[in-house]
Nanobody
Framework: QLQLVESGGGLVQPGESLRLSCVAS????????IGWFRQAPGKEREGVSC????????YYADSVKGRFTISRDRPKNTFYLQMTSLKPEDTAVYYC?????????????????WGQGTQVTVSS
């Protein structure tokens, strides 16, 4: 059974960077579709970035384009979200996901199993 564990969140100041990690167990990620989502207080969960095949096919929400980068390390069965130039509006709980449905669209409705998430707070 697939299990995903997020880590790397924390409290940072605007303009700083964080790298989130997602370790998979019970399943070999390989070339699976993977993604990062976030949910801010009072808002719906949204797709931040998804990766289907190669880095050239990655999806990024408009709000994070040019600042966030999704990547994977197959030998470690782990994928990442590098976040730079963080803004207060990036504050949210971040979740990782691996689901074949993400090949079609990077939306929460395409994720069948969620982890616990990791809190990212951007504040001065």
């Amino acid at each position: 059974q697939l299990q995903l564990v997020e880590s790397g969140g924390g409290l940072v100041q605007p303009g700083e960077s964080l790298r989130l990690s997602c370790v998979a167990s019970g399943f070999t990620l390989g070339y699976s579709a993977i993604g990062w989502f976030r949910q801010a207080p009072g808002k719906e969960r949204e797709g931040v970035s998804c990766l289907a095949y190669s880095p050239g096919t990655a999806y990024y929400a408009d709000s994070v384009k040019g600042r966030f980068t999704i990547s994977r390390d197959r030998p470690k069965n782990t994928f990442y979200l590098q976040m730079t130039s963080l803004k207060p509006e990036d504050t949210a709980v971040y979740y990782c996901a691996a689901d074949s449905r993400l090949f079609s669209a990077c939306v929460p409705e395409n994720v069948r199993s969620w982890g616990q998430g990791t809190q990212v707070t951007v504040s001065s």
